[in-house]
């Protein structure tokens, strides 16, 4: 597992938690610390596990009302809880999260739809989050580490170089 990949996992468990005992935001610092000690008690993430749970949970507002616009069958308060963090945290980061390339948040969520979720999380997390960043692009709303994506893959292509696989952006972004 990728180092970005584990820390990833960890702030959804992070998120899990939080929700499941009542969303109690004094004892955050206690559910971060409590994930790190039990999942990863020798892994420095850098703080990223801090930084994206409470992010998360700062713009918990926002990203709630896009869960309900994008998942119209499901508001918040009727998926697992399991779908709720993972599309929590993936939201957040193709949303708001300027350094995490869009197509990296939805794959990570994805597979964490289908680690930890039912037999049709990964499906629905890739349906509710393809649908949000598709509205993004129709309202022309683009993050610059996009561009810079396919600004590169662009000059690959001239210069010969294969394309980079989503295996393989994923593999970059995993490893800082």
């Known amino acids: 597992m990728s180092n970005r990949h584990l820390a990833r996992t960890m702030a959804m468990q992070a998120l899990y938690e939080w929700d ?40 918990m507002g926002e990203i709630d009302k896009v869960m309900n616009t994008f ?25 708001f999260d300027e350094s995490i390339p869009s197509k990296v948040a939805i794959n990570e969520a ?11 999380s990964g499906k629905f997390v890739n349906g509710v989050l393809g649908a949000v960043f598709k509205d993004m692009s129709d309202r022309g709303i683009v993050k610059q580490i996009d561009i810079e994506m396919e600004k590169k893959k662009a000059e690959q292509a001239l210069s010969g170089e294969p394309d980079p696989t989503i295996e393989e952006q994923v593999k970059d972004e995993s490893e800082e």
């Open 110 to 120: 994805i597979e964490l739809g289908k680690t930890f979720g039912g037999d049709a």
């Open 20 to 59: 499941f005992r009542g969303q109690d935001n004094a004892r955050l610092p206690e559910i971060i610390h409590f994930v790190h000690k039990e999942f990863a008690p020798e892994f420095d993430d850098g703080g990223y596990v801090e930084r994206q749970v409470k992010e998360v949970v700062l713009h």
């Open 71 to 95: 998942a119209p069958n499901w508001t918040v308060d009727t998926m697992t809880l399991i779908d709720r963090n993972i599309l929590r945290l993936g939201i957040f980061e193709l949303s």
